[in-house]
């Protein structure tokens, strides 16, 4: 999963999950997932954007410095699994 695609998919389900606040916190986490695709791959990215949507379907809109946390933890996580290997 490319970024752009990861972005478009998080304001989807924040647009259709949270108020505009929400949308615009969207458009934010595109540097964390650039961050991701570049020290990873395609799948981390997809697993950020996952995990991202789980909090959002709890009714969370992550900060972009929780989301920054989060592609911590999923780039952990790639490091130790095939991804990183």
């Given at each position: 999963?490319?970024?752009?695609?990861?972005v478009?998919?998080l304001?989807?389900?924040i647009?259709?999950?949270?108020?505009?606040?929400?949308?615009?916190?969207?458009?934010?986490?595109?540097?964390?997932?650039?961050?991701?695709?570049?020290?990873a791959?395609g799948?981390?990215?997809y697993?950020?954007?996952?995990?991202?949507?789980?909090?959002?379907?709890?009714?969370?809109?992550?900060?972009?410095?929780?989301?920054?946390?989060?592609?911590?933890?999923?780039?952990?996580?790639?490091?130790?699994?095939d991804?990183g290997?």
């Open positions: 999963m490319e970024p752009e695609e990861a478009r998919q304001e989807y389900a647009d259709a999950s949270l108020d505009e606040i929400g949308q615009r916190a969207a458009a934010g986490y595109r540097p964390t997932f650039e961050r991701v695709a570049d020290r791959d799948a981390a990215v697993a950020l954007a996952g995990a991202l949507s789980d909090e959002v379907v709890d009714g969370c809109c992550p900060s972009p410095a929780e989301a920054n946390a989060t592609a911590e933890r999923v780039l952990d996580d790639w490091a130790y699994t991804g290997a």
